[in-house]
């Protein structure tokens, strides 16, 4: 799992852009007539084919393009925090995205509707005292789960994050696959994208700032829905 410079911070998510975003909107400050900046835009989406990112506390390049998963569907554009002690995966793969918000989204804010991720793919996870908080303006939802004997498991799990951390390893990974050809986590990239995936991935003090994430089935014993004044 990475952690990217050149992917949005926590300090520029849709509810507090940075000036270095770009937007689908019309430019009504000047210019001929308040044309769409399309070449601004075009040239936000030709990025993600060229924005270089780091493993976390591993050393290891991945590049960000548009991913292809087996389950998509437009992002509220509110990011949320998860944190685990620990994750074990089994069949791992990494490449980038941009999500999509709804149109008219409230949380779009100048960023064009659209969030630069690094999507990471996992066949089959176990995780330690899971915990996911999200802002609500003021209050926390909190959920936790897996603190006891019996730990979270999720398989077909993909993440969506902004920001990665964490004490990182990997066996037999392999850096620089198309993205097309990856076959570890059943995710396929779209062809001549720069990925990297590996037979097994263990994070310790896992905290990802995230805006999807998805599985085919995902069991939480110890299940704990709250609100918090506190996040996780």
Do not use: W
């Amino acid at each position: 799992m990475a952690e990217s410079p050149d992917v949005p911070s926590a300090d520029n998510t849709p509810e507090n852009p940075g000036s270095g975003s770009l937007s689908e909107t019309p430019d009504t400050t000047g210019g001929t007539g308040g044309a769409p900046r399309r070449g601004r835009v075009r040239a936000r989406r030709a990025a993600v084919m060229a924005v270089p990112a780091t493993v976390a506390l591993a050393g290891l390049a991945v590049l960000t393009a548009q991913g292809a998963l087996g389950v998509s569907f437009f992002i509220s554009g509110m990011p949320f925090t998860v944190t685990a002690k620990s994750l074990q995966g089994t069949g791992f793969e990494q490449f980038g995205a941009l999500d999509t918000m709804a149109d008219g989204s409230p949380n779009a804010g100048d960023t064009g509707g659209q969030v630069l991720v690094v999507t990471s793919a996992i066949k089959k996870a176990t995780l330690d005292s899971l915990c996911q908080s999200v802002d609500l303006g003021g209050t926390n939802l909190l959920i936790k789960a897996g603190s006891g004997s019996s730990k979270v498991e999720a398989t077909d799990l993909t993440t969506d994050s902004t920001l990665l951390t964490g004490d990182a390893s990997f066996t037999n990974i392999e850096i620089g696959n198309d993205a097309s050809q990856l076959d570890k986590a059943g995710v396929k990239g779209p062809i001549g994208v720069f990925s990297q995936q590996s037979d097994t991935v263990h994070i310790d003090n896992l905290r990802q700032t995230n805006y999807k994430t998805t599985a085919g089935t995902f069991t939480l014993p110890g299940l704990k829905l709250s609100f918090s004044d506190t996040g996780c």
